[in-house]
């Protein structure tokens, strides 16, 4: 399991993954950010906020009529935090 990285970069309150959205921000999603929901780590997570307390997860292989993925809206404490680089070499 990946732990928490102890790096000064804040992260955002709000962040999604769907380039449409304005909480979207290439620069955080390619440094890689992890999310840790009800003390589980999620790895199909699309959007997340921590102050309103949810997350955006995908469900299955399911698209919407725009080609989405079809999400749900879960209710609980949301820890976001950076991923370590990969070690390369």
Known sequence: MTEPTAEPT?????????????????ELLSRGIGIR??????TNVEEYCVSEGWVRVSVGKAKDRAGNPMTVKLKGPVEPYLREPSAEG
């Open 10 to 26: 804040a992260l955002p309150d709000r962040l999604s993954s769907d380039p449409s959205s304005p909480f979207y921000n290439e």
């Open 37 to 42: 929901f009800k003390g589980v780590e999620k």
